[in-house]
């Protein structure tokens, strides 16, 4: 079974652009969480999605959103990007929305930085 | 909010040593994970484990959910093992609270 994709894995952006992140879940795993990950801040949660539904979102500016699609594949913009959005973006799947059974598996990462 | 510990901070052993990375958390679990980050960022699942004892090879963990501990112990340490491990809680809004993480250096 894939584990979970993630793309781009790199990508450099200017200032004041935005950016789109996108997340392929393990097949037949339906919810997806964000993570942003810096030196100074450590891991941090975004959002989390479950059957398209925005079920949780972190303390992040609205420049952050994010979106699932019925095949459970997910996408996270920036929009008007500042120096501090330069980080490692973590995505993660899992069978189940809480309960016991909600073991998560994370993507390689897409590594964002900002000039 | 759940307040997640690690320790220690940072760790240095040569090959083939064993060592033992604690968690502390703050708040009743149903939920808990052990990570290895590697040098290129990928987290690599290495237990889920709310409650009790699971090994895999020269990996084990145990959880003692009474007393909010985990311990994730490492044998005969390899060079691979370098990096930095995680132990993460989920909460009631199904987000992981993350510890800030054990950084460790296998020495050859």
């Known amino acids: 079974k894939a584990g979970v994709t993630q793309t781009p894995r790199y990508l450099i952006k200017t200032r004041g652009q935005q950016v789109t992140l996108s997340c392929s879940p393990i097949?037949?795993?339906?919810?997806v969480s964000w993570y942003q990950q810096t030196p100074g801040q450590g891991l941090q949660f975004l959002f989390e999605y479950f059957s398209e539904t925005q079920r949780n979102k972190g303390n992040f500016p609205g420049r952050f959103s994010g979106r699932q699609f019925s095949n459970s594949r997910s996408e996270m913009n920036v929009s008007t990007l500042e120096l501090g959005d330069s980080a490692l973006y973590l995505c993660?799947?899992?069978?189940?929305?809480?309960?016991?059974?909600?073991?998560?598996?994370f993507g390689p990462g897409t590594r964002l930085t900002v000039l | 909010g759940i307040q997640v510990e690690q320790s220690p901070p940072d760790l240095i052993l040569q090959e083939g040593a064993n060592s033992t990375l604690r968690c502390n958390f703050s708040d009743s679990v149903n939920n808990l994970q052990w990570f290895h980050q590697n040098p290129w960022g990928q987290l690599i699942n290495l237990f889920y484990?709310?409650?009790?004892?699971k090994q895999n090879g020269r990996l084990s963990a145990t959880t003692v959910a009474t007393e909010r501990y985990s311990l994730l112990y490492i044998s005969s340490s390899q060079t691979t093992d370098s990096g930095v491990y995680f132990c993460a809680l989920m909460d009631s809004n199904y987000q992981l609270i993350w510890g800030a993480g054990t950084k460790l250096i296998i020495k050859p």
């Open positions: 484990i709310p409650s009790g004892t």
């Open positions: 993660a799947s899992s069978q189940l929305q809480g309960g016991p059974g909600n073991e998560q598996f």
């Open positions: 097949s037949g795993h339906r919810s």
